[in-house]
């Protein structure tokens, strides 16, 4: 599956030359001071292209701070005129885009509870329709691709092809290190499926935390991602939000300073060679391992048809228990993720369980 998004490159409209696109400023444009201060000290940096600050900011319940509104787009606008810098700020409805758009912002962005929400996208989309902006789509808050995708499909229809795609993570039920968990497989499967999108990530809000950033921000660079859009406050000790996962601009600058960059290529001949031959050994071990995957396949049609002639039930809650704890052993003394193993075993145990459960409830067949 490819997606077929009319885009222009991302280095057509941002010119950052062979550096990452920073995105940088408060989450919260709090007081003119506070973010006209927060500019000069960020572009003083050398290190970001765009400030960014929050106008409108969605919350959870009612009575918490909901944006100082409309008149931080003035302030957006001065700090643009005395620091240089390009501005964005996230839009919600189509108000939002009008009132941004004829403020001077340069850059919008849709939040992760709009774009899960079609009928928002529709509207902002609409209201997006013949102007020439920028756009970027975080991921909506669940972890659901479709969404993610069906926002940028639906910007891109209303004919913004300047546009690009923001990882800030998913919520999950599960307690972890991280506010919203990365789950990078499905940035890198949009990536995939649509390599010409840029996509810069959100270490702020995976984090949650200013002291996780570093390490996020370098996955981000490894998994060839090309920027990031990160809450920087001239002061996060007194920010009115999201305090712990901002950091102060010289901050802001060192974590940039100490990103190992890496490219997605490279010319050296030597360097080609030896990678084309571990990918050929590479092709060869996934024959294999698919090989061997079906013959594991056909060995479970056999216990099926053998549960089925003695009316035995298809899941066998001990003996899965058994290969989890077995296999997760193994796994775990051959230097393999436990939770890669698990989730492995799983694709394959719910294959088996799909086999055995067609082999068990399939119909008999009439003989003419």
């Known amino acids: 599956m490819k997606l077929n998004l009319d885009i222009e490159p991302l280095s057509s409209w941002l010119a950052t030359g062979k550096e990452p696109l920073v995105i940088a400023g408060p989450c919260s444009a709090e007081t003119e001071e506070q973010l006209v201060a927060t500019a ?54 189509a ?29 902002i989309a609409d209201a997006l329709k013949g102007i020439d902006v920028p756009v970027f789509v975080k991921n909506p808050v669940n972890p659901d691709l479709s969404l993610w995708i069906g926002a940028l499909e639906r910007i891109n229809r209303a004919g913004i092809k300047k546009l690009g795609a923001i990882h800030r993570g998913f919520s999950s039920y599960e307690k972890t290190a991280f506010r919203n968990e990365p789950m990078w497989d499905l940035a890198i499967q949009l990536k995939t499926i649509a390599p010409e999108l840029p996509i810069i990530n ?58 190992s960059l890496r490219k997605a290529e490279s010319n050296d001949p030597a360097f080609e060679d030896k990678l084309a031959e571990l990918r050929k050994e590479i092709d060869a071990l996934d024959v294999q391992l698919i ?19 003695n009316k035995v039930t298809i899941l066998q809650v001990n003996r899965w228990e058994e290969i989890i704890e ?17 989730k492995l ?12 459960n067609l082999i068990m409830n399939a119909k008999p067949s009439v003989e003419a």
Request: hydrophobic share 40%; glycine share 6%.
């Open 345 to 356: 075993l799983e694709l394959i145990h719910g294959e088996s369980i799909r086999k055995q």
């Open 202 to 259: 959100d270490p702020s809000h995976i984090c949650g935390t200013r002291e996780l950033i570093p390490y996020v921000a370098q996955k981000a660079v490894d998994l060839d991602m090309q920027g990031f859009i990160i809450e920087a406050h001239i002061d996060p000790s007194v920010a009115w939000t999201d305090a712990k996962q901002q950091v102060t601009p010289a901050a802001l600058a060192e974590i940039i300073n100490n990103l």
């Open 95 to 123: 108000k939002h885009v009008e009132e941004a758009l004829a403020a001077g912002v340069d850059i919008l962005w849709v939040g992760a509870r709009s774009t899960a929400n079609p009928f928002t996208v529709q509207e």
């Open 326 to 342: 077995q296999r997760s052993k193994l796994a775990k003394a051959l230097n393999l993720d436990e939770e890669f193993t698990v």
């Open 291 to 309: 090989k061997n995957v079906a013959d594991r396949m056909k060995i479970s049609e056999k216990i099926g048809e053998y549960k089925r002639d």
């Open 40 to 93: 000069h000290l960020l572009a003083a940096t050398g290190k970001i292209s765009v400030l960014r600050a929050g106008i409108w900011k969605p919350r959870t319940r009612p009575g918490e701070f909901e944006g100082i509104g409309s008149i931080g787009l003035e302030w957006l606008k001065r700090a643009k005129e005395e620091t240089g810098l390009l501005t964005a700020t996230e839009v919600a409805t």
